[in-house]
């Protein structure tokens, strides 16, 4: 039963003996809204990784994240995971503190601008990426498993174009704001 069933279903069940020909106010079909089996999927991966990465490693879904990027970067700073991942700057720098605590990276002034600090892995922090990285690449694997390599490679190709569109949605998004309600929307940072 999809997400919408259910909820319509619960709506309906509370309402039995109401009108059957009474329409429901508007709302989204979620059948066929992208951004909430997004969010479903992205919010049930992510729980059901944090629960493995936290019972193993002490490490939540978050520091993982952190983790991930500093692999594939060498180093970076709080303030460029913030960009590419979209946490906030905060959020970040807790993960650091998180991270440095466990002694799983070190922290040094970036040689280009003082004022910032990089992460860097230390060799305990590059073994435990390592195991927790076994573990993701495996769910992402069983995730994947009812697609063909045609539809992965597809599915990809379309989730980066997405992801490349996201300032455009911001700017609609703004439109849209100031024409219907007839005010500026803030912009997002």
Request: proline residues 5%; charged residues 25%; hydrophobic residues 40%.
């Amino acid at each position: 039963m999809t997400p919408r069933k259910l909820s319509l279903a619960a709506t309906r069940k509370g309402a039995a003996a109401a009108d059957r020909s009474e329409q429901l106010p508007p709302s989204i079909d979620l059948d066929r809204y992208v951004p909430a089996y997004l969010i479903w999927l992205g919010n049930k991966l992510t729980r059901g990784a944090s629960q493995h990465y936290l019972n193993l490693f002490g490490i939540g879904a978050e520091v993982w994240r952190c983790m991930a990027l500093l692999a594939a970067q060498g180093s970076i700073t709080a303030q460029e995971v913030s960009q590419v991942i979209g946490m906030d700057k905060a959020s970040v720098s807790r993960c650091f503190k998180q991270m440095a605590a466990k002694q799983l990276i070190t922290m040094q002034l970036d040689p280009t601008d003082g004022r910032l600090r990089r992460a860097s892995f230390t060799e305990h922090g590059r073994h435990v990426h390592d195991q927790i990285l076994a573990i993701a690449l495996e769910r992402e694997r069983a995730l994947l498993a009812v697609l063909s390599p045609a539809e992965q490679d597809t599915l990809l190709h379309l989730l980066k174009r997405l992801h490349e569109n996201l300032p455009e949605v911001e700017k609609a998004t703004q439109v849209f704001v100031a024409d219907s309600l007839g005010r500026p929307a803030k912009p997002n940072h």
